[in-house]
């Protein structure tokens, strides 16, 4: 055996002892978890930091890493075996009560902290293996001193943090609920362990790191900021006097407000971006939190968001976490440096403001593997802001309203909700007559931050719904949008936008006079026509948009007629927010609904929403309305939740919530990791030749650009996913082909001909009146 047992060797032959990464990881671990708000679990965290790589200490995996043996020795389960083990020989010997939940999250936390958090009885099958038996003892000859070191942190604080542990997991309810609190544990090993492995490993990186994290202003002075950017903003009027109170209730509430579920409805040009982040800013200081995290829908309002924040806090303190973030944009070497700053501060969400996606907030909190898990300690004693939370999906909203559950009584987090339409999710909604009651209502009241008040919000009454449903043809719809100098329309498919798209020219409109939104569009070609459609109506272009509900959450435009598709109230309040959106017109605006006789069928979450509009109206005679009182949005809801056959259609719930297996601390993460996908997996995803994506196309095709993380970070701009009977269409019409991008691996992306991709439209397929599942 090496003297001292070595960690990690790098190429110049310099070694990292085995003591000295666990000291370092103990560091890390004790930092994150009294950062977290639990200094009490900080002993805990020293315990993982000191056993986690334990396994390294085999024989076996000495002769590896000093290059003596090709033979791989895995160390993560000899790791977690030789913590459950001793734990249980020390607590029969020393006649102490047994040790179950520390034993329990040494296990899960030790064992995944390479490939991952495990279900439970695949961890007891490794554990159980012989190999792994044999690795043990190995390990276990070759740390003498492990077993009297363990006995000490028993005997000093076993009783004291197994109490913890069971007490932090009741303060959801009378049944423990564990999982959070394992996977918080997890996420601080798993962060304190690439960071110190990357410190030895890559000073370089590890300067680039300090470099980038090292310069943050306290939340005082971001407070400071948003205070002077907010003081030139005009107090003169009734719209701006309400705009000023609304901030200092949101002002006032936040330096006041104890931890709870919070929600900020403002009406359409109140001012709710900037008055969520000074209530957020507020809220943080009082309760000493680390960073404040704002959770959005769509990655179009996310760039919206995030350009807000870095213009008022400065870039290096706000970080966009999403897929479609580009890059581009002075130098090449500044494009560079700000791809890697982002990248690393992506990592674990070490910055004091983060703005990113639904998709990447709960997957992480959701994912069983170790890359996700490790910003999951960073979200901790957090102000968490939601963004338009009428879009949580509800066919995983059990799952994801337990969670928000844990977020409040573990991880201490401070809790937001925005939303012109909020859905009552502290309501109880199961009923005698569904076959399955799986909602789950939140354990405590959503108060409001500033309560509705009919006359403070009547200055913002702009729009007036035109709620009974009128039934057009196409052409007749074309003929009626026609009418008006500018106006929008959205519908509820791809196909009938692209279908409403063509009758409009054939009725004589002008091409540059139409503009098409859908997903049919990539990202980049999606954010230049909206940016085209705000410089037209800033310069009264005349203006006709076609757009599916992709355009509804929080994309700032301003038309004086919208057309909605007869759907949900949440959609058609929505789609109300487009239209006279600042209220400068003489006359309100009108938001007219309508359904298409030759128009797709709805179906899913379209089809209830219709249904339970259509209750709605039959049961209330103004159909003609100024504003939507909460009373009303709240009725939807309730018939609305009816109607979905369950909210937890993967299953998820019995993965990690099952009340017999948390009283045992069993939990299945990677099982429910795998069922928690809240983008579908599409058929089919494919890279279209528009603007800068046929270059890189071409440059792919011809084999001089290599298919980096950089370059498929920049190619998502141009991506589109398809349903399998567009893939067939546009397969038969030859125009799709694949790309092999690494040969090594025969990686390979679909790409799409050009003579596919229509500017205006977008992916063509030969057949226009395919019809397809209503998504944006």
Not at 526 to 539: F, G, N, S, V, Y
Not at 648 to 656: A, G, H, K, R, W
Request: some cysteine; glycine content about 6%; proline content about 4%.
């Amino acid at each position: 055996m090496p003297d001292p047992i070595i960690a990690h060797t790098r190429e110049d032959g310099s070694i990292q002892s085995l003591s000295e990464h666990i000291e370092g990881v103990a560091q890390h671990c004790t930092q994150f978890l009294e950062q977290a708000g639990l200094p009490e679990l900080a002993p805990l965290g020293r315990l993982l930091a000191q056993l986690h790589d334990t396994g390294k200490a085999q024989p076996a995996f000495q002769r590896y890493i000093l290059g003596e043996s090709t033979a791989k020795a895995p160390h993560s389960a000899a790791g977690a075996l030789l913590a459950t083990s001793l734990l249980h020989e020390l607590s029969e010997e020393l006649q102490l009560k047994k040790l179950p939940r520390t034993s329990q999250l040494l296990a899960y936390a030790i064992s995944g902290h390479h490939r991952g958090l495990y279900d439970y009885i695949e961890l007891r099958k490794e554990l159980e293996k012989d190999e792994i038996n044999k690795r043990y003892t190995k390990t276990t000859e070759a740390l003498p001193n492990i077993k009297s070191e363990l006995q000490t942190w028993v005997e000093e604080y076993g009783a004291s943090t197994e109490s913890s542990l069971r007490e932090l997991a009741k303060k959801v309810g009378a049944t423990e609920q564990a999982q959070a609190l394992i996977r918080l544990l997890f996420s601080c090993l798993v962060d304190a362990d690439f960071l110190d492995t990357e410190a030895f490993m890559d000073e370089e990186r590890k300067e680039r790191r300090h470099e980038a994290t090292s310069g943050y202003a306290s939340l005082e002075v971001l407070r400071d900021r948003l205070t002077k950017h907010m003081e030139g903003f005009s107090i003169e009027g009734a719209i701006n006097k309400a705009r000023r109170l609304f901030l200092n209730r949101c002002r006032e509430h936040g330096r006041t407000c104890p931890k709870g579920y919070y929600s900020l409805f403002l009406p359409t040009g109140g001012g709710k971006t900037l008055s969520s982040m000074a209530w957020a800013l507020e809220t943080a200081l009082k309760h000493e939190a680390q960073r404040i995290i704002y959770v959005i829908p769509y990655t179009s309002i996310i760039t919206q968001t995030a350009g807000i924040f870095r213009e008022i806090f400065g870039e290096e303190h706000v970080l966009e976490h999403h897929s479609d973030i580009s890059f581009v944009g002075g130098e090449a070497s500044q494009e560079a440096e700000r791809y890697e700053r982002t990248r690393l501060l992506a990592e674990n969400w070490d910055t004091p403001i983060i703005v990113t996606t639904n998709v990447q907030f709960f997957e992480s909190l959701f994912s069983h593997k170790v890359s996700r898990n490790r910003k999951v300690h960073s979200i901790a004693n957090s102000v968490v802001v939601f963004d338009e939370v009428q879009m949580f999906p509800t066919e995983f909203l059990s799952p994801m309203l337990r969670l928000l559950d844990d977020l409040k009584h573990i991880y201490g987090t401070q809790l937001l909700f925005c939303s012109a339409t909020l859905p009552p999710f502290d309501k109880d909604h199961s009923s005698p007559f569904k076959r399955v009651n799986d909602y789950h209502q939140l354990s405590d009241a959503i108060q409001p931050i500033v309560p509705e008040d009919p006359e403070l919000f009547k200055v913002f009454d702009r729009v007036i719904y035109h709620l009974e449903e009128k039934t057009y043809a196409t052409e007749e719809l074309a003929q009626a949008l026609g009418q008006h100098a500018s106006a929008l329309c959205i519908v509820n498919s791809r196909r009938d936008a692209s279908q409403l798209y063509r009758a409009l020219l054939e009725t004589g409109k002008e091409a540059q006079d139409v503009i098409h939104l859908s997903r049919n569009m990539c990202s980049a070609h999606l954010k230049e026509r909206i940016a085209e459609i705000r410089q037209r109506l800033k310069e009264d272009i005349p203006t006709i948009v076609i757009s599916t509900q992709l355009i509804e959450a929080g994309v700032d435009i301003d038309l004086p007629i919208v057309y909605r598709a007869m759907s949900g109230l949440d959609s058609i309040v929505q789609a109300g927010g487009r239209c006279n959106r600042e209220g400068k017109r003489p006359v309100p605006g009108e938001v007219h609904v309508f359904s298409l006789s030759d128009g797709g069928k709805a179906f899913g979450a379209i089809a209830k929403g219709q249904h339970a509009t259509r209750y709605l109206l039959d049961n209330h005679k103004e159909h003609t309305r100024l504003s939507m009182p909460l009373e009303l949005i709240e009725a939807y809801y309730r018939r609305y939740y009816t109607s979905v056959g369950s909210f937890d259609e993967q299953n998820i719930v019995e993965s990690l919530y099952d009340e017999d297996e948390a009283k045992r601390w069993r939990f299945d993460f990677e099982q429910a990791s795998d069922a928690f996908q809240l983008i579908d997996n599409v058929d089919h995803d494919l890279f279209v030749p528009y603007a800068r994506g046929k270059d890189l196309i071409e440059e792919l095709q011809g084999q001089t650009l290599r298919l980096d993380r950089r370059t498929m970070r920049e190619l998502q701009q141009y991506h589109v996913s398809i349903s399998k009977g567009k893939y067939e269409e546009l397969k038969d019409a030859r125009l799709l082909s694949e790309i092999v991008v690494n040969r090594d691996t025969k990686q390979t992306i679909l790409v799409l001909a050009p003579q596919g991709y229509d500017e205006a439209l977008g992916v063509c397929t030969t057949n226009p009146l395919l019809d397809e599942p209503l998504f944006g």
